[in-house]
């Protein structure tokens, strides 16, 4: 829509002698319109291509043959479940949060933000170290949990725990500033009129937030399902059984079996083309009410 | 329902937004609240809503303590400055909200809330609107289905905070009469906040005057236009003029004349008096009046208004002069105040004089006599 907004204003602008303070010579246009474009068409778009490319090297057959090859298939069912254990409980993590952020007034409330924002700023490789040296056999922890039968690393609840830490800020991020915006006016609205503290969240609050709530929910889910370093060092690797499929690409790959690990990739990468998709439609859509989340 | 709020106290952060309120609200009155910001009117508005609770003190409705009570136990009708409707829901289902959100057992059927709804609407007159969504309405409409939502719990006190502050100056005036109007109807108890003096005037049946977290004067609009008790009042409602004095065995002084004007009750010393600049009368010999210097002159709908610099510390005010008088720069104009006020600069002891007790004290000299 800017570029739409751009080009008749800068066609109109270049038949004057002199030309608008914010528009810049064809010459100029050019250039930079062609560096961005030759940027994204080799760094993004390029490899994004290749993926599919090499997916299906030696046909389509070979593409489903690869994918449903039992290891690979585990795979995909752990990565699917881990989204979905991960990806409910940080919708909760993040609206509690947002929801004390944002509507209440609390003594460290700046360290709860900074604290939020910790799995963004710490390499996901540290997380999952932090994870192996919690419940390790050299902790405290890991010796009495594994004598009552309960397995947290190199297992899928070590894989959850992993993935769970690092998407943990994508809901809450998306909403702390859409709730701060909308202030507590809707929900004092409700509340001196009879409603219950549940009611006010589930009639006014959540209403007011589902669309940044999905685009939350629609980032996490991505990264919890592309999830790389911390798992790695969770999951200890046991083929068919807690390799992810971001784990399962890098074995593959490594392997020398090029149509498997990109059959694999490709299927993350179709992830990522319709998270951008949905993302993108629900901007359009409600455009109004997910621009508050932008400052 | 008759409110009375009882020694209230309200801190933010140790801080005083109100400091030992008390006032009494009777059944069906409708109240203003007024005074610039910062004066805690609001605050004092969410209090008796029960939004925020104080540090000390009680509020009663009618018998009981209603401060021990939750928001949603007290049933109050609150409107916001910016609305609040609920974006995501029709007209019908804002004004229907409070009925739906009742427990079971209290709750009418669906059928019923939607009548219910549909009534309002025509009391607000916005009938036909039900479906539409709350951005779909102008500002003066959006206020009045708040209304209609807060009247629809059957409120026991309706409170409004700056409710048409955030329209403009044409459609504040007639939702005024309308609010008037739909209270003399309905009969609730009603408080409302506001900075806007004329709106507070026009509407209210008394305004309670604030100012830094205390009241400062309650009474009806001509009490606290005609008889305002502190310098504050006298400044904040209606133009006023001041000018320091000294106050010499009951006479006013300006340095070493005196104007002519006496006030028996207030201690000697330096004071400050005040009147509005419409309450003037030109004299021509100036024997104990007021005379100053004309420094600028400008026309005033019906009447000429005229800054003065007066004394030797040239303090300057206005007065109102016909538009007919004639007032060229540097001219000399004297006049004497016939309503006025004097308070001195150091206790709260104050004298007010208007034509009415000016009449009383000359009638109680003259049996004295």
């Known amino acids: ?295 | 329902m008759d409110v009375s709020i009882r020694k209230v106290r309200k801190e933010f952060d140790r801080f005083p937004a109100l400091d030992d309120i008390s006032l009494d609200i009777r059944s069906g009155e409708l109240i203003a609240l007024l005074g610039p910001s910062g004066s805690g009117k609001t605050t004092l508005l969410r209090l008796i809503a029960g939004l925020e609770s104080p540090t000390a003190g009680s509020i009663f409705f009618g018998d009981e303590d209603a401060s021990r009570k939750t928001v949603q136990e007290r049933n109050v009708g609150f409107v916001f400055q910016h609305y609040a409707l609920f974006r995501h829901m029709t007209v019908a289902q804002n004004i229907g909200f409070g009925l739906k959100v009742r427990p079971r057992g209290t709750r009418p059927p669906a059928s019923e809330i939607r009548r219910r709804a549909s009534e309002l609407l025509d009391l607000v007159q916005l009938s036909g609107l039900e479906d539409r969504y709350p951005h779909q309405l102008s500002g003066g409409q959006r206020q009045r289905v708040a209304l209609a939502r807060a009247l629809a719990i059957e409120p026991r006190v309706l409170l409004l905070d700056e409710p048409f502050g955030a329209l403009d100056a044409q459609v504040r005036r007639e939702l005024r009469r309308w609010l008037r109007e739909i209270h003399d109807a309905t009969g609730h108890t009603t408080v409302f906040v506001t900075h806007d003096q004329e709106e507070a005037l026009e509407l209210a049946d008394r305004v309670v005057v604030m100012s830094q977290g205390r009241i400062e004067q309650v009474g009806t609009a001509d009490e606290v236009y005609d008889r305002p008790n502190s310098p504050f009042v006298f400044g904040f409602i209606g133009d006023s003029s001041s000018l320091p004095v000294r106050v010499e065995g009951g006479h006013l002084w300006l340095q070493d004349r005196t104007i002519g004007l006496s006030a028996p009750h207030v201690p000697d010393g330096p004071a400050t008096l005040h009147f509005r600049p419409h309450d003037v009368e030109l004299v021509d010999g100036c024997g104990g009046c007021l005379a100053g210097t004309v420094v600028a002159a400008r026309r005033a709908a019906g009447k000429r208004r005229v800054e003065l610099e007066i004394g030797g510390r040239h303090h300057r005010l206005e007065v109102e002069v016909p538009a007919e008088h004639v007032t060229a720069a540097s001219s000399r104009i004297a006049f004497r105040p016939v309503r006025w006020a004097v308070f001195s600069d150091r206790s709260f002891s104050r004298q007010v004089e208007t034509p009415a007790v000016a009449h009383a004290r000359l009638k109680q000299e003259i049996e004295r006599m």
């Not at chain 1, 593409?63 to 991960?86: D, F, G, K, N, Q």
Request: glycine share 8%; charged share 10%; aromatic share 12%.
């Open chain 1, 1 to 295: 829509m800017a570029l739409e907004a751009f080009l008749p204003a800068a066609l109109g602008h270049s038949m004057q002698s002199a030309p608008d303070a914010t528009t810049e010579r064809a010459g100029v246009r050019l250039l930079l319109i062609g560096a961005a474009l030759a940027f994204l068409g080799f760094f993004l778009f390029l490899p994004l291509v290749t993926v599919f490319v090499e997916a299906f090297r030696k046909g389509i057959s070979a593409y489903w043959m690869s994918l449903a090859e039992p290891e690979t298939a585990a795979a995909i069912h752990l990565t699917l479940t881990v989204a979905a254990i991960a990806v409910p409980l940080n919708l909760v993590f993040g609206v509690a949060a947002a929801w004390a952020i944002a509507k209440f007034e609390f003594k460290g409330k700046a360290f709860l933000i900074t604290l939020i924002d910790l799995p963004f700023s710490v390499s996901p490789v540290i997380a999952g170290l932090v994870y192996v040296l919690l419940f390790g056999a050299g902790s405290a922890l890991g010796p009495w949990l594994k004598s009552h039968g309960i397995e947290i690393l190199f297992a899928v609840p070590g894989i959850v725990l992993a993935t769970i830490f690092v998407t943990f800020p994508f809901v809450a991020r998306e909403l702390i500033p859409l709730m701060q915006e909308q202030g507590t006016g809707d929900e004092e609205a409700a509340i001196s009129l009879g409603a219950s503290g549940w009611q006010t969240f589930w009639y006014v609050t959540l209403p007011n937030i589902r669309w940044g709530l999905l685009y939350g929910v629609l980032l996490c889910n991505a990264r919890a399902m592309g999830e790389f370093g911390a798992v790695s060092v969770v999951s200890g690797r046991i083929r068919g059984l807690t390799n992810t499929m971001p784990l399962q690409v890098e074995i593959l790959y490594n392997e020398y079996n090029a149509v498997a690990a990109f059959a694999v990739a490709s299927l993350l990468a179709m992830l990522a083309l319709v998270t951008l998709v949905l993302k993108s439609l629900l901007e359009y859509r409600f455009g109004d009410s997910i621009a508050a989340r932008k400052h």
